[in-house]
């Protein structure tokens, strides 16, 4: 991991941009972690639009996290931003593009093509991230995982023995092969649905809810759309993360 530009924002929190290798990715860490009072660690899942586009609402969540003294990082997924052009992704998604505008049904098929490779792709760079992340002498335990695109989730939290709870947000298309690896999730759930969401189906969302094989699972849905998550629903996601990154 390289550090390659930092700046302390007006609240005390400190955002370093970094890359690991042609990953690129920021950190923010509280104004209270040091080695040796080692912050806690969210992992902050986005879509595929590039760190720049979303960067305001995911320096609005690590923020967010800094005030309950945890710390969060991000990367940049495969074939977004500043990473090098992934054809194969592209097709699929305007094929999904087209059919949506068409107002035609999106087949299994292209769900798999635009959703499974990326989640083969991004989950061991997400996990290479948590590696170098969990060297710096600032940054401790427990970590979390929060946000988009769900199947990322789904896959890490199946997978990477290191993260505690999840936050999982419901507003991307679902693989079946997802709902299977969703069976063997057995960490603390806080998942967000909104119930208008019109990219989402709504049903799809409640079937993977349903197959997480956690004992400790809540699905917490509001009205409106994709974008209008409330204030306070972020606020009962920091409590979640509170009560299990101890």
């Known amino acids: 991991m390289h550090f390659t530009s930092e700046q302390r924002l007006d609240d005390g929190v400190l955002e370093r941009e970094f890359t690991l290798g042609e990953i690129p990715g920021i950190l923010w860490t509280p104004a209270s972690a040091s080695v040796s009072a080692p912050a806690r660690l969210i992992l902050l899942g986005h879509p595929p639009l590039g760190l720049r586009k979303v960067y305001p609402r995911l320096v609005a969540r690590a923020r967010h996290c800094a005030a309950e003294g945890i710390a969060a990082a991000t990367i940049e997924l495969p074939g977004s931003g500043e990473r090098p052009r992934w054809p194969a992704a592209e097709q699929a998604r305007a094929d999904l593009r087209r059919a949506m505008e068409a107002g035609e049904p999106v087949s299994d098929e292209i769900i798999d093509a635009v959703i499974l490779p990326l989640v083969d792709k991004a989950v ?26 769900i199947s990322i989730g789904v896959r890490l939290a199946a997978v990477e023995p290191r993260i505690s709870a999840a936050v999982l947000f419901a507003g991307s298309f679902v693989p079946r092969a997802i709902y299977e690896e969703a069976r063997q999730v057995t960490i603390p759930l806080h998942v967000l649905l909104q119930w208008d969401d019109e990219g989402n189906d709504r049903q799809a969302a409640l079937d993977l809810f349903d197959a997480f094989g956690t004992k ?28 299990h990154l101890r």
Request: hydrophobic share 45%; no cysteine; aromatic share 10%.
């Open 216 to 243: 400790e699972k809540s699905l917490h849905a509001h009205l409106g759309g994709h974008t209008g998550v409330p204030q306070f629903a972020g606020d009962a996601a920091a409590q979640f993360f509170t009560r």
């Open 124 to 149: 061991p760079e997400w996990q290479a991230a948590l590696d170098a992340l969990l060297l710096l002498p600032e940054i401790g335990g427990p970590v979390g995982y929060s946000g988009g695109v």
